[in-house]
């Protein structure tokens, strides 16, 4: 009998030890080691000779252009995150936190394809009935009758089992729900381990490859938003996608995080209903639904995600504090970003808020992370202090700097255009410097060169 080799494998980053560390010397986590055993079968591989190698080189002319190939979907948001639809050949991961609609989603998008070829939904986590219990629930709101007859559903945990049904079915598109939850015989540690997800995603990139079927898979997130096990398997897959939304929200964000085959930062916009994802075709209106014009501390600020401008709702509110340090809460954005502004607020406008409390908060869920959405939530923190409101037809643009002066920020003319759309007459932007831009027509350009100038102009205090 061969004698078992084991190494110690820290499950946070991917370290090997031959000695149980308690904490880990790459990633400092305490306690991540874990015994796996080495497969000698898998580690030799890369030591066969080079002559046995069956690739060829070609000529770059003769590679067939890959967009042409994309597969388009009605699930139009969807696609346009992966870059205008989705290449076959290629591996996908969708990572986001449990219960945010992953399987939905996947299971939306395996239907649709299902229509033309056949798709393999492999599933770990729930059995077949379930699933199809969910393409029920989906399918109610369906103009056209889903055909299903070409989706293939899997209750597997076996890699090899599912690569035999790969063999026998054929499908244009995989699904695997959850990476965490496939797993490889010949490798002893258990299912969800870091060289199990590792071994298991090269495995099936091999397949997408080799046979030029798109894989997809699902992989769960940590409690500090990582997709779990792994950073090793971001770089073994092509396109990382982020599902995230507010928890009691139902606005879901899909976001591109690495893409080879499109831009990343690119978002899509769903809604979590009764009857699966719906998209948001047009977020800034959704965001803007529920949005009290004239209440005094709500601004408007226009920022970019991806290529694409989202108007936003920003609310402040400011409140005597009762005792003791005034809080500052933000939800939606940074939490130093909102210090800077009330640091800046404090020393450049001469505001009082060393004996306030604040409370910023953005409407519809969203994250702003963008520095472009400073102004608007400046001036919801000066309306709310005032208690007068920003003018109601105005949008807000631009960072703030130390000093307290608007600094340029890219894509104006987007977002200007994206706020004209969406009725709005007005904009305070930063004053053009070095920028040159066509300003949309019968729409008023507020140009202030600091916070100060744009507070006056934005809030008209008798
Ligand atoms: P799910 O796709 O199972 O999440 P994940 O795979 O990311 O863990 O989604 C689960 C949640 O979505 C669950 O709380 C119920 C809700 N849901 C709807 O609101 N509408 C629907 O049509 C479906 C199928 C689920
Ligand atoms: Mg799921």
Redesign the pocket.
Known sequence: MPKLHTQFVCQECGRTSVRLLGRCPSCSGWDTMVEEVINVSTEKRSNRPLSASGSKPIRMDEVTDETEERWQLDLTEFARVLGGGIVPGSIVLLG??????????M?QVATEIAQNSPVLYASG?ESARQIKM?AQ??SRTEKKDVSSEKLYLLTETNLDVIFSHVEQIKPALLIV?SIQTVFLDGLSSSSGSVSQVRECASRLRELAKSVGIAVFL?GHVTKDGTIAGPRVLEHIVDTVLH?EGDRFQSYRLLRSMKNRFGPTSEVGVFE??????EQVLNPSEAFLAERMAQAPGSSIAVTMEGTRPILVELQGLTSPTSFGNPRRTTNGMDYNRLLLIIAVLTRRIGLCLSDQDVFLNVVGGLRVEEPAADLAAALALVSSLKDHPVRADLALIGEIGLSGELRWVSHMEIRLREAQKLGFKAAVIPKRLRANFATPEKFEILEARSLDQAVKMAIKIK
Do not use: A, N, V
């Open positions: 986001g936190d449990p219960g945010i609609g992953k399987s939905t989603l299971l986590e969910r629930r989906l729900d699902i599902l979590m209903q009764e009857r699966g994802m």
